[in-house]
Every structure is written in C-alpha cells, then in structure tokens.
C-alpha cells in the first residue's frame, strides 16, 4: 500500500547568490523562486531514506540514478522485477521518495545525494505532486524542474540528463491534473540543449483509446503496476543505452 504523505516544507530565506544561480538568465518572478526553494520534508522515514541514499552514494559505482517522487520510489516495489532486469546491471541508485516536491528534491541533491558521484546519466521524473500538494501552477512547477536541472548540471557537468515528461494521470484526456502536467511539459521540452538535457515524452505509451488511461497499466491512475513500469521501461531503453554509451 502507499503512503499518502502531507509535505509542509519551510521555505528558508536565500541569498541572492544562491538564486542567481538557478535563475540568473530567465528573469524569474517572486513566485517562480518560491517553487524552486529547497526544502526537506518532516516526516521522519522521509529523512531515514534520505541518510540511507547518502551512504548508499558514498558506496560510489553508480552509473545511473533515478530522481524522483513515488513514481521513481515504485521502481522497489511494482517496478522491481523490471529493474531487475533493464538496471540492476548497470549500477543503478534509485532516488525516489513519496510524497516529493521539487524543493525536496532540489533539498536532497544540495545534502549529500550527488556527492563523489560522476554517474553516466541521471533519468528526472518530478513535479506531479506540486499540482496536488500545494496546487502550484505549471510555470512554478517548471521553474522548479529548471531549478533541479541547474543543480545537476552545475554538480555533474559530466553527467548526461534524460528529462522525462510528467506522465499522463487521471482516467480520462480532460482531467484536469492531466492538463495541468501536460502543460508543464510543454515547458518541460525547452529545457532541453541536446548535448547534456535531452527530453523524453513516454505519455503515448500508457494511453489507451481516446486517452483513457487503462487501470492495467496505472491502477490509481497516478502510479504504474508493473506492467506499465515495463513500458516505461522498454521506452526509454533506446535513448538509456544511447547516453550510457556516449
């Protein structure tokens, strides 16, 4: 079963410096910073989990890492038996947790998840939540992706990118959490330089007729079933090898 985490991150005060980073070339507006601010959640296994993904990066050998929300946390659980196969092999490290927000995110890769770390690529799934948690509009969501991709870009600039585009939810096309993640992913593709960020929109894979969303593939319509980790995974493989391998 899921857990349904309730995240009231605190927003710490920055300096200017900090924001010039993320934000120096887009003229970002007050509420766009906001989004992007980092913070944890309290919850206590969330920072358990965090403590325990920093030993497991201190480990070293990780060539592939996964960040992300409960979507990317399900790899270890629906998603097993499929990371078994597609990335076990290839020294993959799941940073995944419920509930996340792209603070928190932003939080976990500034407090020891990338640290000694040079991984061939990092696979980003991230920002369903804000639209539920907080109810953030798609341009505070984005500029909190950009906010992620600034980090890992600045922390590993040796390291490849693959953004994937948030993945469809609610049953039917005219859900309006559907249209609220379709149009942070229209935002979502301009990040993208095709030299580290590269872009990947796997949404036509889980859909079925008229964009029914099949409960086979994501039975609460938000998280796949292993049937659907598999597309995700077999869609994307192409483009894994590709960067793996570059």
Same mark, same amino acid.
Request: proline letters at 7%.
């Given at each position: 079963?899921?857990?349904?985490?309730?995240?009231?991150?605190?927003?710490? +005060?920055? %300096?200017?410096?900090?924001?010039?980073?993320?934000?120096?070339? +887009?003229?970002?507006?007050?509420?766009?910073?906001?989004?992007?601010? *980092?913070?944890?959640? *309290?919850?206590?296994?969330?920072? =358990?989990?965090?403590?325990? !993904?920093?030993?497991?990066? #201190?480990?070293?050998?990780?060539?592939?890492?996964?960040?992300?929300?409960?979507?990317?946390?399900?790899?270890?659980?629906?998603?097993?038996?499929?990371?078994?196969?597609?990335?076990?092999?290839?020294?993959?490290?799941?940073?995944?947790?419920?509930?996340?927000? /792209?603070?928190?995110?932003?939080?976990?890769?500034?407090?020891? &998840?990338?640290?000694?770390? /040079?991984?061939?690529?990092?696979?980003?799934?991230?920002?369903?939540?804000?639209? +539920?948690?907080? &109810?953030? *509009?798609?341009? =505070?969501?984005?500029?909190?992706?950009?906010? @992620?991709?600034? /980090? %890992? #870009? /600045?922390?590993?600039?040796?390291?490849?990118?693959?953004?994937?585009?948030?993945?469809?939810?609610? %049953?039917?096309?005219?859900?309006?959490?559907?249209?609220?993640?379709? !149009?942070?992913?229209?935002?979502?593709?301009?990040?993208?330089?095709?030299?580290? @960020?590269?872009?990947?929109?796997? $949404?036509?894979?889980?859909?079925?007729?008229?964009?029914?969303?099949?409960? &086979?593939?994501?039975?609460?319509?938000?998280?796949? $079933?292993?049937?659907?980790?598999? %597309?995700?995974? &077999?869609?994307? =493989?192409?483009?894994?090898?590709?960067?793996?391998?570059?």
């Amino acid at each position: 079963m899921r857990r349904t985490i309730v995240s009231v991150p605190f927003l710490p +005060t920055l %300096l200017l410096s900090a924001l010039q980073v993320f934000f120096a070339p +887009t003229g970002a507006s007050g509420e766009q910073i906001r989004a992007a601010m *980092p913070a944890p959640q *309290p919850e206590a296994w969330w920072m =358990e989990r965090h403590e325990r !993904a920093v030993a497991r990066i #201190r480990q070293g050998q990780v060539d592939l890492v996964f960040i992300g929300d409960s979507i990317t946390q399900g790899w270890e659980e629906d998603g097993h038996p499929v990371w078994n196969v597609f990335y076990q092999h290839r020294h993959a490290a799941n940073l995944g947790y419920n509930g996340d927000q /792209t603070d928190n995110v932003l939080w976990r890769l500034q407090n020891g &998840e990338l640290e000694g770390i /040079t991984p061939k690529l990092a696979v980003v799934l991230i920002g369903t939540n804000n639209a +539920t948690r907080r &109810e953030d *509009p798609p341009e =505070e969501t984005a500029a909190g992706i950009q906010a @992620i991709l600034t /980090t %890992l #870009r /600045t922390r590993l600039p040796d390291t490849k990118i693959l953004l994937l585009a948030l993945f469809p939810r609610g %049953l039917s096309a005219d859900d309006p959490l559907r249209q609220v993640n379709n !149009a942070v992913n229209d935002r979502l593709q301009t990040f993208a330089d095709q030299r580290q @960020i590269f872009f990947l929109d796997l $949404s036509r894979r889980f859909l079925g007729n008229q964009g029914r969303l099949p409960e &086979e593939i994501m039975p609460d319509a938000l998280h796949p $079933s292993e049937r659907g980790y598999r %597309l995700w995974a &077999e869609g994307m =493989e192409d483009v894994v090898k590709r960067l793996m391998d570059e």
